[in-house]
């Protein structure tokens, strides 16, 4: 079979997946999770609902695939402002704010509990932990970082500390959250 003809078929599959992901989380948006069927899915996406159940089994599995999805796209963001260049103290407080207005934007309601059930959520997380952590002893390196307190540790206070983001009613308290988390990171001087 040509080349050609497996990149369309894989880039066909891929736009319908998306779209019955897509499609899915609008659904569930508007109506909760226990309401949405497979039948509607299919009824909205514009497909059969056997193309459907050749994609997945349930809504719960499109749920999670959208969220991992999703949570992907997450860790790439937060690749990205690493990746970046500029002082590490910048980099690593960017980090941490926008994982924790994500945390604070995406992390309430009914889903939670059922997307945050897969492995997937724990890989994300273990990922985060080593980008924190590595962010952390680029920071002790450079003497912005407290060094009195293994990086490990920092990097589970930081992500521990800033999940309380999600509970939070304002933009404005998560941006007190993230200042008070910096300041129990920043190198003590002497003096």
């Not at 002082?87 to 924790?100: C, D, F, I, P």
């Not at 897969?118 to 912005?144: F, P, S, T, Y």
């Amino acid at each position: 079979m040509p080349k050609l003809w497996n990149d369309t078929i894989t880039a066909h599959r891929q736009a319908v997946r998306d779209a019955l992901l897509d499609t899915t989380a609008s659904l569930v948006a508007e109506n909760g999770l226990a309401s949405v069927t497979m039948t509607q899915i299919a009824e909205q996406a514009g497909i059969g609902r056997a193309t459907l159940y050749k994609y997945f089994p349930d809504v719960e599995s499109i749920m999670r695939a959208w969220h991992e999805r999703r949570v992907g796209g997450h860790l790439q963001q937060l690749a990205e402002i690493v990746e970046r260049g500029g002082g590490v103290e910048q980099r690593l407080e960017k980090v941490l704010s926008t994982y924790a207005m994500i945390d604070h934007e995406h992390h309430a309601g009914e889903l939670v509990a059922v997307l945050h059930h897969g492995g997937h959520a724990g890989h994300a997380q273990a990922h985060l932990h080593q980008l924190v952590r590595e962010l952390l002893v680029e920071g002790v390196d450079a003497g912005v970082v407290r060094g009195d307190v293994p990086a490990d540790e920092l990097a589970r206070y930081c992500l521990s500390a800033l999940s309380a983001a999600s509970s939070l009613r304002s933009k404005a308290a998560v941006r007190r959250l993230i200042t008070v988390t910096m300041s129990g990171l920043r190198a003590q001087t002497e003096g």
